[in-house]
């Protein structure tokens, strides 16, 4: 072969790039990013909040509500006594048996804990109480 012939062939073969090493290590990284990456879904609650109105509260002799308040503290208080979170299902359960129709109302402290308040709710759940709503602190 002559030496034009052959310098020619090797600039031929130094002009292919070989690409199969590239693509292999792009095709790893792409499967390490999908294989570390976490997949978080976003859990919420539903809290039945009231809207805020200035029609006048219902009277008194309407339905009752077993009011719960929760303070800044995460002490939960019902009728005026201090109770534990898990004698709150108990408590609504008798109190639900005194008046079937009564509905749950939590009042939270904005600085009380969420933690408290799923707690209550699931206790009234469990004590077949229906709905809780819950209500700002400083209101009546």
Do not use: C
């Not at 004698?87 to 609504?92: E, F, G, H, P, T």
């Not at 206790?123 to 109480?129: G, L, T, V």
């Amino acid at each position: 072969m002559s030496r034009r012939k052959r310098n020619r062939q090797e600039a031929e073969d130094k002009a292919d790039i070989d690409l199969t090493p590239m693509l292999d290590v792009v095709f790893i990284m792409l499967i390490f990013f999908i294989v570390t990456a976490s997949f978080v879904k976003e859990q919420t609650i539903n809290v039945n909040v009231p809207p805020e109105n200035d029609t006048p509260p219902p009277p008194e002799n309407s339905v009752e509500s077993i009011l719960i308040v929760v303070d800044s503290q995460d002490q939960i208080t019902i009728d005026g006594r201090r109770v534990d979170l898990r004698a709150v299902r108990s408590l609504v359960a008798q109190k639900k048996a005194e008046s079937p129709e009564s509905s749950v109302v939590v009042r939270a402290h904005e600085d009380s804990s969420t933690e408290t308040y799923v707690g209550i709710a699931d206790s009234a759940y469990a004590a077949k109480a229906g709905g809780v709503s819950l209500v700002p602190y400083g209101d009546k």
